[in-house]
């Protein structure tokens, strides 16, 4: 808190007080002091337990205490202005009723807008995927053809009985290129936060990657560390890796490595990076990577939203994101996690 902060009390923790808790603990200098309800269920209390900010029954305890100068009402409940009015400690102002819907609805509105661009740039991505995705599946289906043609003639029922084997194999191949990629070009479904396992993710994005780089001449390697879990949303997760991985193998120019590595530090802290050989960042535009739109790709290639999304998922978690970058030797990204308790079960990967 600075001498400037404003030291902000939400009142009512259904959708509107979600929303300002999401927005407001993002800001600097704005302090939200505590959130209240009457209904113990309400999800912003939840939601507040997790960012540690005060959860109150009493909506004159949180006001007239700890020094709130800005109350935020949003339960549309209209008895409850003249409460405020009566109880709220001389010189704190309240923003009510059409004041505080506009916010929510401004904050409602740059979520949307920015959950279009976290889809705009996963699309946009899928449609240089489509030539490995014709490949990969071609490849297998090739395969089926050979081995029904020879079906067709085969009398040892030994043979047949391989090959029907073989062609079962060829074809859950298929199926799971499908399901990786439909899986990857969804929406986000609830944006319910589980514990996540980065190493799954990270081969998950691995394999997604491949569609959009050829990695022919890269070496992968794989440093994981035992129990890299976070608590997070599977599917940006996902696609902060798929977004890491391409930046980085679209680096390397010829040959290199790319190592993707998982870290849990002895006091919990889990980290991972994604590392290239390949061609670096320039100092000078260490500041520029994480803008929307900025790229040096050719038209077609890249759009400049890929970083721009990785550090709005990271934000969103109260990660870190770090860059160190020597032009021609190569570029390591790596994601710090918040720690968490892991009371949660594994997300379906
Ligand atoms: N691993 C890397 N090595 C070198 N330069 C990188 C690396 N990752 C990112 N960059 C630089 O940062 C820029 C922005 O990356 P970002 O992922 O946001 O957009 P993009 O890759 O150009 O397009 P897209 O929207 O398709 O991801 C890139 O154009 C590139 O100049
Ligand atoms: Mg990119």
């Given at each position: 808190m600075t001498a400037n902060s404003t030291r902000i009390a939400i009142i009512g923790a259904g959708k509107g007080g979600t929303a300002l808790l999401e927005l407001l603990h993002q800001i600097p200098d704005v302090d939200i002091v505590g959130i209240a309800d009457?209904?113990?269920?309400?999800p912003g209390l939840q939601r507040a337990r997790d960012l540690n900010i005060r959860v109150e029954r009493e909506v004159h305890d949180l006001i007239r205490n700890h020094g709130v100068n800005l109350i935020m009402d949003v339960t549309g409940d209209p008895s409850m202005s003249p409460f405020i009015q009566a109880m709220k400690r001389p010189g704190s102002e309240v923003l009510s009723g059409a004041t505080t819907r506009l916010l929510w609805k401004l904050v409602q509105h740059q979520s949307k807008l920015e959950a279009e661009l976290f889809q705009a740039d996963k699309l946009a991505g899928l449609g240089s995927f489509a030539a490995g995705i014709a490949h990969d599946i071609n490849n297998p289906l090739q395969l089926i053809l050979g081995l029904a043609e020879n079906l067709a003639d085969e009398q040892d029922l030994a043979v047949v009985h391989e090959q029907a084997c073989d062609i079962t194999e060829a074809v859950k191949r298929t199926s799971a290129i499908c399901r990786d990629l439909t899986r990857y070009a969804?929406?986000?479904?609830?944006?319910e936060e589980v514990m996540v396992n980065l190493n799954t993710k990270l081969d998950e994005a691995l394999r997604i990657a491949r569609y959009a780089v050829t990695l022919q001449d890269v070496t992968v390697v794989k440093r994981y560390a035992e129990d890299a879990t976070v608590r997070g949303n599977p599917d940006e997760l996902l696609h902060v890796f798929v977004n890491l991985i391409t930046n980085a193998v679209q680096a390397i120019q010829t040959r290199g490595t790319l190592t993707l590595q998982t870290h849990v530090a002895p006091d919990g802290q889990v980290s991972a990076s994604v590392s290239d050989t390949g061609c670096g960042i320039p100092k000078e535009a260490f500041s520029k990577?994480?803008?929307?739109?900025?790229?040096?790709?050719?038209p077609g290639k890249g759009t400049g939203l890929g970083l721009y999304n990785v550090m709005s998922v990271i934000s969103k978690m109260e990660g870190h994101i770090c860059v160190e970058s020597d032009v021609g030797v190569g570029t390591t990204f790596r994601i710090e996690f918040p720690q968490v308790q892991p009371t949660t079960s594994c997300a379906p990967q």
């Open positions: 009457k209904d113990p269920t309400a969804r929406r986000n479904g609830t944006g990577i994480f803008e929307p739109l900025y790229t040096t790709k050719p």
